[in-house]
């Protein structure tokens, strides 16, 4: 195939089944359904509503809601111009939710807004195995309550989708960033701290170092990971407020019997976040060990230009290491519906009387396959596997005549002759039992 026309790296196509993998997923569409189904039910039970936005959002929107010095930003936004408007395809879906809040009014709804998500995003990242440039978020946000007991659900809704579909063996991690002031704080001796180490830090990390000092935590650098070992460590840092409000997360998710281990290094950069940041973790899919993560931001509505604080917390997740991890845990999903009855047809008077037959089958709710080439009933009998037929019913010009049709059990291979007046009320009965 011309290269120029093949999908583009880093993306691919969800088909039917997986006996090609090159550009496609490596999960049937069937298995992404299901996966889909999974996050609407536990969304449901949560009592989250779901929430579409565009996939083309305005970029300061994203340069402002996901932050100028982030990487999504600063290097992987597919982002355009047409005549005065700067378009981006979404990276994330938070700021588009919140804006969405925002231009809409959604807290007159009255209560507390918890609004859920699933669709594509887009990131210019290199793609690798769970790192993909078209891939697929689903996430919740809980807005308009800075409540504790909205981090430990949000965290537990998270939870319950792993659940649902087998996963275990997860880790999730926990911090807290604390409130603004603690973390002004923070960032202080933090940067005191590294003054003296200025000459051995990266380009990239002496830049965090003046815009976004808490992302330093993140290097990966082993040097820096080792000249960070002594520096002071966030935690220490949270005034009453701060602590209440994590040892508060701390006993629901021990109520809750929801596992986390704690961990200091974990940062979200941004001024915007808040108290609770989290991320849960699977061994079992490789470097790109993240499944989904998320935190509070108590401040983004703010600085995307509301007066009024709209204190949130929400979380994201990939679907594809989500399938990932189900692949390497052996979880399989289940098979793509079969088509209930097949029907064949030999002859042209017989082929028109099976096109009309499958219109009224249709129409009682069944699903109906059936042979549009005019092949030889050997062939139609082939099609009627591949497509797992339950039943199929062969028509010629004797079952015309007849008036009544072949029906064959595919499984068992039992057939009998049945009149075209029970036809319907036979396979209705059978199908559903
Ligand atoms: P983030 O918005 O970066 O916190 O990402 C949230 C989740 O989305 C991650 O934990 C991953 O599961 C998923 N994710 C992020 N970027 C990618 C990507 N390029 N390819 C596939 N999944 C991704």
């Not at 597919?78 to 809040?101: C, M, N, S």
Request: net charge negative; proline share 4%; aromatic share 8%.
């Amino acid at each position: 195939m011309n290269p120029e026309y093949r999908s583009i790296t880093g993306t691919f196509d969800i088909l039917p089944d997986t006996s090609t993998t090159d550009g496609a997923s490596d999960a049937p569409s069937s298995t992404w359904r299901y996966i889909e189904d999974v996050i609407h039910k536990v969304m449901q039970r949560f009592n989250a509503e779901e929430i579409r936005t565009p996939i083309l959002e305005p970029t300061p929107l994203i340069a402002r809601g996901v932050g100028a010095y982030t990487d999504i930003v600063s290097k992987e936004m597919f982002a355009f111009e047409r005549g005065d408007t700067h378009y981006v395809l979404r990276p994330e879906i938070t700021a588009p939710v919140v804006r969405a809040y925002l231009q809409h009014h959604l807290d007159q709804r009255g209560g507390v807004q918890k609004l859920y998500y699933i669709g594509p995003c887009f990131r210019a990242e290199r793609p690798q195995k769970g790192r993909y440039r078209q891939f697929h978020q689903f996430g919740a946000e809980i807005m308009g309550t800075d409540d504790p007991r909205a981090d430990v659900e949000c965290i537990a809704l998270m939870m319950a989708i792993y659940e649902e579909i087998g996963l275990s063996g997860l880790r999730l991690r926990l911090n807290s960033v604390g409130n603004p002031a603690s973390r002004a704080r923070f960032v202080e001796a933090l940067q005191n701290y590294l003054e003296p180490y200025r000459h051995e830090l990266s380009e990239t990390s002496l830049q965090r170092l003046e815009k976004n000092p808490l992302r330093i935590l993140d290097t990966k650098a082993q040097h820096e990971q080792e000249i960070l070992q002594d520096a002071p460590v966030l935690l220490d840092f949270l005034d009453e407020e701060s602590e209440k409000h994590y040892a508060e997360v701390k006993t629901l998710l021990q109520d809750l019997e929801i596992a986390f281990v704690e961990d200091p290094t974990l940062v979200r950069g941004l001024d915007y976040y808040t108290h609770t940041a989290f991320e849960l973790e699977s061994a079992d899919i490789g470097a790109q060990s993240a499944l989904g993560g998320g935190g509070r931001y108590d401040l983004l509505a703010q600085e995307l230009g509301s007066k009024q604080a709209v204190p949130s917390i929400g979380f994201a997740s990939g679907i594809e290491r989500l399938l990932l991890a189900m692949e390497a845990q052996g979880i399989e999903a289940p098979a793509a519906p079969a088509v209930d009855v097949f029907l064949a047809a030999l002859g042209d008077e017989a082929q028109r009387w099976v096109f009309r037959w499958a219109q009224q089958l249709r129409a009682e709710g069944l699903s109906v396959g059936l042979d549009l080439r005019g092949r030889s009933l050997k062939s139609q009998m082939k099609e009627a596997n591949r497509q797992r037929a339950e039943y199929t019913l062969i028509i010629g010009g004797n079952e015309l005549e007849a008036g009544g049709a072949q029906v064959k059990h595919m499984e068992s291979g039992e057939q009998e002759e049945v009149a075209f007046d029970n036809l319907v009320a036979y396979l209705q009965r059978r199908i559903e039992a």
